[in-house]
């Protein structure tokens, strides 16, 4: 990439989240992810260019020195920071702004550092995987799989269902989706592939942010309403799955489509790496999962230990204490801090996100002997746990030619996995959470827990009995 030719026509929207827009290149495999902050602040740069480089290399930091060794190398792209020409920056915003969903348009691109983070396109094939057919890529944000065993944890409740299916009801009430989801991110960690299938297929009725595909590096389902059609997607994916004898059989049914598009997409790529005990196993059922029900046919199995979903559960679980048994902990600190401010740095409050912050939080004693040294390494692994669950997956799959086949007879496609978005939380984030937490239980206890046993609360708009087949629940868009 020559930063001094940049010129915007080479570059497209991509995608973005609560921090960052994402570009992609229209030729080359790569993208550029830049920052955003509030747009009530518009008018003024947040940053310096210096202070927004810093703030970026931070992030390429934390994720290449403390997320990667715990989440695996061959998952992690860390990318590099660059610094853009001004204009060619502003150009892009106004280019890309008609494009960014309305709900997003609440911050504004960063216009003023010329800064950005370069990555690889990983919705499109790597270098060495050349392909006629268009790449096929699914990206899901699983968000945190398994309940709390803290002794700290106040809320029975919070032992029972999970923060994904409680906050379901916070945010359809507060209006951030019309519909609830069906998903249950513990049903997609427990390692049983008929619970994980059903998360998937739960994904795909209701993807809200947590569910993408991408053909050709293009997302043609999930983020945004216009993307949401079923039929449109089915017409899509039939081609790749018509192989074997069914290659020119244009009745296979759509669920054998979606069927074989779940388990080649997802079961097989989620579940492989190794074998071994990865966790998942016994601990884990969401009383608000539908298949929580039939708990005896459907039990928790180990996750391959180098999987990467079970590497990312290892990683949330690095917060054992609950928020309500790390709030005190923060207090010490920042307290700490209030008294001898300089100790900020010693501390690592802020980074710099080097080994030696990775190894203050491997190396955290198990008992609290009441010093700042131990709550400032719990603290350190909680925001890492939160990083572990707020990151997203992206499996690529690169079809292979047609006479390949795997084990269970389904098409060839090689694969390969990433985690992104794997940014610092900040230290100061922690009461905002503790905070969350209260709101998200107690407007759960008062209106969703308060239904009478069965009567499955977050259902309200669906069918109360969900059927053991494929099919999926889909709503008028
Ligand atoms: O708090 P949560 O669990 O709602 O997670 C936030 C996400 O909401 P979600 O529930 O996934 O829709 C939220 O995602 P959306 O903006 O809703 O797409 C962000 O990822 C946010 O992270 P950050 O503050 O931008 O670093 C996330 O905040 P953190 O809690 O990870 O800081
Ligand atoms: N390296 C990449 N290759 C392809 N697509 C990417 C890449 N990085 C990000 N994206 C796309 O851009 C979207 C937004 O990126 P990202 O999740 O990093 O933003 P964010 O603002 O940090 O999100 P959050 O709301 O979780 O804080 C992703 O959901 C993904 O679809």
Redesign the pocket.
């Known amino acids: 990439m020559e930063l001094d030719k940049m010129d915007e026509n080479d570059w497209k929207y ?9 570009v ?1 290149h229209v030729q080359h495999s790569r ?1 550029l ?1 830049l920052l ?1 902050y509030p747009a009530e602040d518009s008018e003024n740069a947040p940053q310096t260019p210096d202070q927004a480089f810093r703030h970026i290399q931070n992030i390429v930091d934390f994720s290449s020195s403390v997320m990667r060794p715990l989440l695996g190398e061959k998952f992690i ?1 860390s ?1 590099e920071v660059v610094r853009l020409p001004l204009e060619f920056v502003r150009q892009l915003s106004i280019k890309v702004q008609h494009q960014r969903p309305a709900w997003r348009c609440n911050k504004v691109m960063d216009i003023y550092s010329g800064c950005a983070l370069c ?6 094939p790597s270098l060495h995987q050349s392909t006629h057919t268009p790449t096929l ?1 699914i ?1 899901i ?1 699983p968000k945190c799989g398994f309940l709390p065993s803290s002794k700290h944890v106040s809320k029975e409740i919070k032992t029972k269902v999970c923060r994904f299916c409680m906050h379901q009801h916070y945010k359809v009430a507060s209006g951030k989706w019309k519909r609830s989801s069906l998903y249950c991110p513990l049903d997609l960690f427990s390692g049983n592939r008929q619970r994980m299938h059903s998360a998937i297929k739960h994904l795909i009725e209701e993807p809200q ?1 947590n569910f ?1 595909i ?1 053909k050709g ?1 293009q ?1 043609i389902y999930g ?1 945004s309403d216009e993307l949401l059609d079923l039929s449109s997607l089915l017409q899509h994916l039939r081609p790749y799955f018509l192989f074997g004898n069914n290659r020119f059989n244009s009745h296979m049914t759509n669920k054998a489509v979606l069927n074989n598009f779940i388990q080649v997409s997802s079961l097989n790529v989620l579940l492989s790496g190794g074998r071994g005990d990865g966790g998942g196993k016994g601990r884990s059922f969401c009383e608000a999962s539908l298949l929580s029900r039939d708990r005896s046919r459907h039990g928790s199995q180990a996750l391959p230990s180098d999987s990467v979903l079970s590497r990312i559960l290892q990683t949330q679980m690095l917060d054992n204490l609950d928020i309500e048994g790390l709030y005190p902990l923060y207090r010490r600190v920042e307290q700490h801090l209030q008294d001898f401010p300089k100790e900020r740095g010693r501390l690592q409050v802020d980074g710099p996100y080097g080994e030696a912050f990775l190894q203050k939080l491997q190396k955290c004693p198990g008992e609290d002997d009441g010093s700042v040294e131990f709550a400032v390494a719990k603290v350190h692994q909680y925001r890492v746990a939160m990083t572990a669950k ?3 997956i ?1 499996v690529t799959l690169v079809p292979s030619s047609e006479e390949e086949e795997d084990d269970e007879g389904l098409p060839g496609f090689s694969s390969s996995v ?1 985690i ?2 794997l ?1 610092p939380k900040p230290f100061d984030s922690v009461p905002r959470q503790l905070r969350l937490d209260q709101k998200i239980v107690s407007y759960f206890l008062r209106t969703a827990a308060a239904l009478p046993k069965g009567s499955v609360p977050r259902r309200g708009i669906y069918p109360a009995v969900e059927r053991e087949d494929c099919t999926l629940l889909f709503h008028p868009v």
């Open positions: 991509h995608g973005e989240g609560n921090k960052s827009l994402v992609s993208v992810r955003k792209h990318g990555l690889p396109n990983l919705t499109l890529c990206e944000k942010n993408k991408f590096g997302c983020d707020d990151c997203s992206m990433s992104l978005d940014d």
